[in-house]
């Protein structure tokens, strides 16, 4: 068939095509299959008031380590479940075990912790049935909307859109906070910050890398905490990696952060290690 196709480039392409899709196919496979056994498994990591110094919350981010496969990044198994379907198993996933989790966590802290949850553009093909499954699953855990936040990109909003407006307001009027996760790298106009419920906005890690000893390069980062100045949203900087990124921040009056600076994504057992060690510090 290649031949009648003529050229090597066409095989190769083709070649390129199948490893791909076969690549794809052992993936949703494991997957599948590691959903039933309970090998995906959620991990935390901190964010932090790095003005007052205190934790103020965590973000969920799934782990999957596969028996034959090993690790597999969050960035190839997402994808793949999003093409397949497999997303609304881990949605489900990850919702249940993070809600659970900081419900208990919770009931043993002075200040309680915000969670937040990363909601693919496939949760919200059916809007309606979304936000009643959300609000299933925080009152069955028992953990209060005020302390739940769900982070959503730009992309989200490119389908859809008047539905997925009206299932976020609707969530945001239940006490849930809507945060838009790597800002500045989508490609939308900002007309819809005016228009969206949106309550955050997460500055995005290669903006926050961006920001060098001698800050030079910083200025997005300062146009964006501005921009969250005038429209009145918080901002969280992503991907804080060193001191002087922190210190940076900080003058700028962006006191929340995320990154490895604090801490990196932990499990649950390590997750509570972090907080006896420092908490409320
Ligand atoms: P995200 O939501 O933007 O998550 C932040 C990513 O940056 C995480 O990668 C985190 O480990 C990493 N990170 C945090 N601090 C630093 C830092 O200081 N430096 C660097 N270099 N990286 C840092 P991770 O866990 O690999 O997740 C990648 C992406 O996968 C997430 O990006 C999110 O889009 C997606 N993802 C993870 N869990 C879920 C989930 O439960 N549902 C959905 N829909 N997506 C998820
Ligand atoms: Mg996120
Ligand atoms: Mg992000
Ligand atoms: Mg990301």
């Known amino acids: 068939a290649a031949k009648k196709q003529g050229g090597n480039q066409v095989i190769v392409y083709n070649e390129?095509?199948?490893?791909?899709?076969?690549?794809?196919?052992?993936?949703?496979?494991?997957?599948?299959?590691?959903?039933?056994?309970?090998?995906?498994?959620?991990?935390?990591?901190?964010?932090?008031?790095?003005?007052?110094?205190?934790?103020?919350?965590?973000?969920?981010?799934?782990?999957?380590?596969?028996?034959?496969?090993?690790?597999?990044s969050p960035e190839v198994f997402i994808s793949v479940a999003e093409e397949t379907g497999l997303i609304h198993s881990l949605w489900e996933l990850a919702m249940k075990q993070a809600c659970s989790q900081v419900s208990e966590w919770n009931k043993n802290r002075l200040q309680p912790l915000q969670l937040a949850v990363n909601f693919s553009a496939k949760q919200f093909l059916d809007p309606a049935s979304i936000v009643k499954r959300v609000k299933e699953i925080l009152s069955d855990c028992q953990l209060a909307p005020e302390h739940f936040e769900i982070e959503i990109t730009e992309s989200t909003l490119l389908y859809n859109l008047e539905e997925t407006i009206k299932a976020l307001k609707e969530m945001q009027e239940y006490g849930i906070s809507i945060a838009i996760d790597d800002f500045g790298t989508g490609y939308s106009s900002l007309s819809y910050l005016k228009t969206l419920p949106i309550d955050c906005l997460k500055i995005d890690r290669s903006f926050i890398q961006d920001i060098t000893e001698d800050y030079s390069q910083s200025e997005i980062a300062e146009a964006i905490i501005n921009l969250t100045r005038s429209l009145k949203l918080k901002v969280i900087a992503e991907g804080v990696e060193e001191e002087y990124q922190k210190e940076f921040l900080l003058k700028n009056e962006c006191d929340h952060m995320q990154g490895y600076l604090f801490s990196k994504p932990l499990c649950k057992t390590d997750l509570e290690q972090y907080l006896r060690e420092n908490d409320l510090k």
């Open 16 to 72: 390129e095509i199948n490893k791909v899709t076969k690549e794809k196919l052992v993936i949703e496979a494991s997957l599948r299959k590691a959903i039933e056994q309970g090998d995906v498994e959620v991990y935390y990591q901190p964010k932090i008031n790095a003005s007052e110094n205190v934790i103020t919350g965590v973000e969920a981010l799934l782990r999957w380590t596969d028996r034959e496969l090993g690790f597999v």
